[in-house]
């Protein structure tokens, strides 16, 4: 029963994105292709960006890199640390009942059975005999389901060449009969899929993809195994073979850490319910299909809080939840039309709402994070399994009850990925010029200032080198006297710093230095002593904290 509603849970998700119909699909396509196809550029130069600048390399990449494991470079770990911090704080700081912890990443075996991992935390997978690749199976029939979406696609296009300013493409899209066809197809196919998923019928699934004749893109064959589950924890030894090893996993989230320790900080810190505890941390799924660069990775970072509550307060704390973690995504000035929920209509047994912020990625919008009421289930079952009491008494009720859980999980390196594609931006620039420019949130960006003495001589490296001594305890803060300004300026807007200083001959004399914003590109002249104060009122988290509370 677990494993069948884990399943279907994971399912579901993919399922319900997709669960659109047809037409609206196709309407969005339509519209959206040509931008599309330039994103598609976009994300490969976000990739290859990313390396050149040092945010993001493939993981041990003299041998070739490791699939769907990445390293974060000199500029990448300090934007992973200013939205980790921007995280923790938000938590920490901003709620006296929420407190912080740091769970180790082996834990006993028996919490993952408990958790239902061990059973039921699967992907439906395939593999061809001939090419002896593994694919997952319902990744393969969505596959199959956007080939209908191209073919439609590629007819709107060559009518819309046909009939020029007057195309009206919905109309197209009703009364086309070979556009029709293809959609009565389709939606077909959609209907036998989602009820496969639905229905966790891994042989039903198989059908399908024989039916509709896929055939591996390695050996262009049909010879398939039948679709088994596969399991996403990695799991290894702990202890000598002597000693009798035992069989532990690399968790795959961050969440059972704090539910198995829940006891414990709520007892040590004297916490009432309501009260949340958060954590930061390394999770891994041997992801089947990894892709899309750090979207999808089989290392990867969560921050994770979870909310205890009185049974039947649930789901007005889901609902604070939700608004509160959206309005910190919003804070940060991406775009507001880049975020949207994405409710769950069909919830594991144990879940009784769940939701998701999804964000406006190169590749369409995506899940960033995930908001689910998680019932008492997850305290529940470590009660079951543990045989230990860990009922909360609630002194003001006078009763004895297991808590139920508001959880909020977002990925780091998702969200890194969201800031990043948002802020990439390539530009034309006057005089045929052009320069890419990240455009960072000022509080997020690896660099704050850098500070460059106009030529190499005259004691100007002197002067800048103390104006750098006075802001780098608040400030991280870069040093560059090489090139022309012009080319500082350009290196210093790849890696999106927000303010370049320049200290020229003038400086020595009055103390006024040039000041240049990254993203209009405007000088002022102002005072060394201004630097500090400037600086802050951008980069200073406090202010993005005050836009979330009022
Ligand atoms: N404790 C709940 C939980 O883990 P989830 O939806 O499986 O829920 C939460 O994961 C978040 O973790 C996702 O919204 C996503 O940001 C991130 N995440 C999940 N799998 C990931 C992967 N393979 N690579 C990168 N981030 C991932």
């Known amino acids: 029963m677990r494993q069948k509603t884990k399943f279907r849970r994971k399912i579901t998700k993919n399922y319900e994105k997709r669960a659109i119909f047809a037409l609206q699909i196709l309407n969005n396509f339509t519209n959206k292709k040509y931008a599309m196809a330039s994103q598609e550029d976009v994300f490969k130069k976000l990739v290859a960006h990313c390396k050149e600048y040092g945010f993001v390399f493939p993981s041990s990449e003299i041998y070739d890199g490791v699939g769907a494991v990445y390293d974060y470079g000199q500029n990448g770990v300090e934007l992973k640390n200013n939205i980790k911090k921007y995280w923790w704080d938000s938590m920490i700081l901003l709620h006296e009942n929420i407190v912080g912890i740091d769970a180790a990443i082996f834990m006993h075996p028996t919490t993952w059975k408990a958790s239902g991992h061990v059973d039921a935390f699967n992907d439906p997978l395939i593999d061809n005999r001939d090419s002896k690749k593994r694919y997952r199976a319902d990744v393969l029939i969505e596959e199959q389901l956007a080939k209908f979406d191209e073919k439609i696609e590629k007819e709107c296009e060559k009518a819309a060449k046909r009939f020029g300013e007057s195309f009206d493409k919905e109309m197209f899209i009703q009364t086309n009969g070979r556009v029709q066809e293809y959609v009565t197809k389709r939606t077909e196919l959609h209907t036998r899929f989602a009820n496969a998923l639905n229905d966790n019928n891994l042989e039903e699934l198989k059908q399908i993809i024989l039916d509709y004749e896929i055939v591996c893109p390695i050996s262009g064959t049909k010879n398939w195994t039948d679709v088994r589950q596969f399991n996403l924890m990695f799991s290894t030894e702990m202890g000598s073979t002597?000693?009798?090893?035992?069989?532990?996993?690399?968790?795959?989230?961050?969440?059972?850490?704090?539910?198995?320790?829940?006891?414990?900080?709520?007892?040590?810190?004297?916490?009432?319910?309501?009260?949340?505890?958060?954590?930061?941390?390394?999770?891994?799924?041997?992801?089947?299909?990894?892709?899309?660069?750090?979207?999808?990775?089989?290392?990867?970072?969560?921050?994770?809080?979870?909310?205890?509550?009185?049974?039947?307060?649930?789901?007005?704390?889901?609902?604070?939840?939700?608004?509160?973690?959206?309005?910190?995504?919003?804070?940060?000035?991406?775009?507001?039309?880049?975020?949207?929920?994405?409710?769950?209509?069909?919830?594991?047994?144990?879940?009784?709402?769940?939701?998701?912020?999804?964000?406006?990625m190169p590749f369409g919008f995506k899940e960033v994070e995930g908001i689910h009421s998680r019932t008492n289930f997850d305290l529940s079952q470590h009660e079951q399994y543990s045989g230990k009491n860990i009922k909360y008494f609630d002194p003001e009720l006078n009763q004895s009850y297991t808590p139920y859980v508001i959880e909020t999980s977002i990925g780091v390196d998702r969200m890194f990925l969201s800031i990043m594609s948002a802020a990439y931006c390539e530009e034309k620039l006057e005089g045929g010029d052009s320069r890419v420019v990240l455009k960072l949130p000022a509080v997020l960006a690896p660099v704050k200032a850098c500070i460059m003495p106009l030529v190499k001589k005259d004691g100007l490296p002197e002067k800048a080198r103390e104006i750098m001594n006075q802001l780098k305890f608040d400030f991280k803060c870069a040093y560059d006297e090489k090139d022309s300004i012009g080319k500082r300026y350009r290196r210093q807007d790849a890696v999106g710093t927000p303010f370049c200083i320049t200290v020229d001959h003038q400086t020595l004399e009055d103390g006024m230095v040039t000041i240049r914003h990254r993203d209009t590109m405007s000088q002022e002249r102002v005072s060394i002593n201004d630097l500090h104060g400037i600086i802050d009122a951008q980069v200073n988290m406090k202010n993005l904290f005050k836009k979330i509370v009022e």
């Open 242 to 360: 002597a000693d009798g090893a035992m069989k532990i996993y690399l968790r795959p989230e961050t969440a059972q850490g704090i539910f198995v320790n829940y006891l414990n900080v709520q007892k040590t810190g004297r916490m009432k319910i309501p009260f949340g505890i958060a954590q930061i941390g390394k999770a891994f799924r041997n992801e089947i299909v990894a892709r899309q660069f750090i979207f999808r990775m089989r290392e990867f970072e969560q921050m994770e809080m979870q909310f205890f509550v009185r049974p039947g307060d649930e789901m007005k704390w889901f609902e604070h939840w939700k608004s509160f973690r959206l309005k910190w995504h919003k804070a940060l000035g991406l775009g507001d039309h880049k975020y949207r929920y994405h409710d769950h209509d069909k919830l594991a047994h144990y879940a009784n709402a769940a939701t998701d912020i999804e964000f406006e």
